[in-house]
């Protein structure tokens, strides 16, 4: 063999090691990227949870807050609106239970002057310093990720085939 040969020779078993080291990093790289979807789908449902707790979590501290402010005010007046309310229905055809006593009628008149609008209301228009800067929804991108989670079934499914692929490998 010649001089030229046997450099040639070497650099061409040097360029098969390099090649099949190249083929595992590949490998490698795709066994990683294989569960990136469901780790980053696991992530997203994660801080959509946090962000949600975080959310509730204000809103009970602002309904506390208004509760410490004007709670024994708001309960004298719904007190007042009972006894004056059941009073001008009664009056005019007598007391029905469940239909117009006074806690029925304070009842209705909660939900035609609380509930109904605050079901209705659009929330992400609140005055609330707090919320613009943290949206009341959890990031688009996020909701985005949580939905390409793979299914659990799809889960098992991956890694039953991954096991099987390995076992193969290792025989």
């Not at 602002?62 to 004056?84: A, C, S, V």
Request: with cysteine.
């Amino acid at each position: 063999m010649t001089p030229r040969i046997k450099k040639l020779r070497a650099e061409i078993a040097l360029g098969r090691e390099t090649l099949d080291e190249f083929e595992d990093l590949l490998a490698a790289q795709a066994a990683e990227n294989e569960f990136l979807p469901w780790k980053t789908a696991d992530a997203a449902n994660h801080y959509i949870s946090e962000h949600n707790r975080l959310i509730e979590t204000h809103a009970v501290w602002l309904w506390n807050e208004f509760i410490k402010e004007h709670g024994q005010k708001l309960i004298q007046i719904l007190g007042l609106l009972k006894m004056t309310l059941g009073r001008s229905t009664s009056a005019v055809i007598g007391v029905v239970h469940t239909v117009n006593d006074p806690e029925s009628v304070l009842k209705q008149f909660i939900s035609e002057q609380l509930t109904t609008p605050a079901l209705s209301c659009n929330v992400s228009s609140t005055d609330d310093i707090t919320l613009p800067r943290i949206s009341i929804y959890a990031d688009d991108k996020a909701i985005q990720d949580a939905r390409q989670s793979p299914s659990p079934v799809a889960r098992s499914r991956m890694l039953k085939q991954r096991d099987m692929v390995k076992g193969g490998e290792k025989k």
